[in-house]
């Protein structure tokens, strides 16, 4: 029999930078930007999605998009400094949507019949909403509640969570693709031609710019291309859905986005609080709680660092919940969670430095205060995101499933427990997702608006779904007789901060912190 020539490795080795190795200042501040630059495609579909349903004009999407660019900038650096300290973009997510639909639903906001001022009022009440909720967070996180649950974890049930922070998000990648596949399909190629199979040609000193910028390099050919077919008149007499997908700045942010503007808190007025949104809100939190958890993951890995124990892993939740409350203050139409893709993109460029990330978060500020040179890179049509997400997404997927090196995938308990988790956590949100859209509450359909959105909040989340069943089945079927099955003597070291040497390298806090809040 031949010898195994790739035992299990607790990190990746053909990464060439890692969380505290940064790559030169020019390369860095490139970097940085291609980060920025990928962030835009959550940070302007979202508003773009809710802001109209709310009353909202194109001016108050552009505002929306300004400030949620801004804060995700500041919950960034939050968290990169005091954190997980894991080079994660923090940014908008997708799993405050129903809750926030519901509130805009709410038949109280419904008969305002000024369209600008129920946009102000939703948008108190969706403020509101996100401070009483981010407090489930904070505590989850402050309380260590959250490291210790944590404690469940074992490699095999993390492996199907942190697949389907990827996977799960395949309703974001072809489909969307699809909307203009002349742009979306020729982005796709191209990407994967130069981040592949041209990543070792250096036509620059020794710099593997195809490797390290395909984001750069293919984004900008496709937007020409977008713009000479858009300018040449091309979707002229086309659906307006197509025009939409197809054209650049189909959304008028260039036009409607001011100057200067810098976003700060209460500037839609005080938040209004209901009982009933909050309750609908929390579920989004929960949500964006589990598919972060499984981010960070996926980001230690890809950053050549060690799983995050679970001192560190609540400390990120706490600051999580903090962003989420800076979101509520100053008005984003949506949450805070940790960004999928920027996470893939560290593993597409082989650069895991925290640097890179902290300036990013420089670059959202500072395109979110002057709105008219942000508004043209947001201008940027949404398929060509959509390519990217394919790799990325499907990159963060395969994170996941490298976990399961570390347990013994020739066990039956394991396949059943890997494949029913996999499995359920894509069809059961599918199941969830057919029933939903804007107007319709979706399958829970109960007299209780916010109890109709807390359950399909939770069941529309795939790593919600597979959290929950890898977890139960993981820690009730022949425990103590599988353990060394699970992985669990390799995981165990990394449950505590002291377990391993190398977290303290990877997760002290800067500024000689840990003296005032010493690690456990």
Not at 166 to 171: E, K, S, T
Not at 226 to 253: E, H, M, V, W
Not at 322 to 331: A, N, Q
């Amino acid at each position: 029999m031949a010898e195994i020539t790739h035992p299990p490795m607790d990190q990746l080795q053909d990464l060439e930078y890692c969380i505290d190795s940064n790559p030169s200042w020019a390369e860095t501040i490139l970097l940085a930007f291609q980060n920025y630059i990928l962030m835009l495609g959550t940070s302007v579909m979202i508003p773009t999605l809710l802001v109209p349903a709310m009353g909202g004009t194109d001016r108050d999407k552009a505002l929306v998009i300004q400030t949620l660019l801004f804060v995700a900038g500041i919950n960034t650096v939050l968290q990169a400094l005091f954190g997980t300290r894991l080079p994660a973009v923090i940014g908008g997510s997708y799993a405050y949507v129903i809750p926030v639909a519901y509130i805009i639903n709410d038949p109280s906001l419904q008969r305002i019949s000024d369209r600008h001022d129920r946009f102000i009022q939703t948008m108190r009440a969706i403020q509101g909403a996100l401070v009483i909720a981010s407090s489930i967070q904070i505590i989850l996180g402050y309380s260590q509640v959250w490291g210790l649950f944590s404690r469940f974890f074992s490699p095999l049930g993390m492996s199907p969570v942190v697949a389907l922070v990827g996977l799960g998000l395949f309703q974001r990648g072809f489909p969307l693709l699809g909307n203009c596949v002349e742009i979306g399909l020729t982005m796709l190629l191209l990407v994967i031609g130069v981040s592949q199979y041209l990543k070792h040609v250096r036509p620059l000193r020794d710099i593997p710019i195809f490797e390290r910028f395909p984001i750069l390099i293919c984004g900008t050919i496709i937007w020409i291309y977008s713009l000479i077919l858009t300018a040449g008149g091309a979707y002229r007499n086309k659906p307006i859905a197509t025009q939409i997908s197809c054209c650049t700045d189909r959304a008028n942010l260039i036009s409607t986005a001011p100057w200067f503007k810098f976003p700060y808190p209460l500037q839609w007025g005080p938040p209004t609080f209901s009982a009933s949104h909050s309750f609908a809100m929390m579920s989004a939190v929960l949500v964006s709680m589990v598919e972060s958890t499984g981010a960070y993951k996926a980001a230690s890995r890809l950053a050549i660092a060690t799983p995050p124990p679970a001192y560190v892993l609540s400390r990120g939740i706490g600051w999580q919940g903090i962003g989420i409350m800076l979101d509520g203050l100053f008005g984003t139409v949506t949450g805070s969670t940790v960004s999928v893709e920027n996470v893939g993109l560290l593993g597409l460029t082989r650069v895991g430095s925290r640097r890179v990330v902290q300036i990013s978060a420089g670059f959202m500020m500072f395109f979110s205060i002057f709105g008219k040179f942000g508004a043209v890179f947001a201008s940027i049509p949404f398929p060509i995101f959509a390519a990217l997400y394919c790799v990325l997404f499907g990159l963060v997927g395969s994170v996941g499933l490298s976990f399961l090196q570390f347990t013994n995938m020739n066990c039956m308990r394991n396949l059943i427990i890997t494949g029913l988790s996999l499995f359920l956590g894509i069809s059961i949100p599918q199941f969830f997702n057919q029933y939903w859209n804007p107007s319709h509450r979706g399958l829970a359909h109960t007299n209780a608006a916010w109890f109709n959105a807390f359950v399909n909040t939770v069941f529309s989340s795939p790593a919600m779904v597979g959290l929950t069943v890898a977890v139960i089945l993981d820690n009730t079927i022949e425990v103590e007789k599988s353990k060394k099955d699970r992985g669990m003597p390799w995981w165990v070291k990394f449950r505590t901060f002291r377990g391993d040497n190398r977290n303290e390298e990877f997760y002290t806090l800067p500024f000689n912190l840990n003296r005032f809040f010493p690690p456990t």
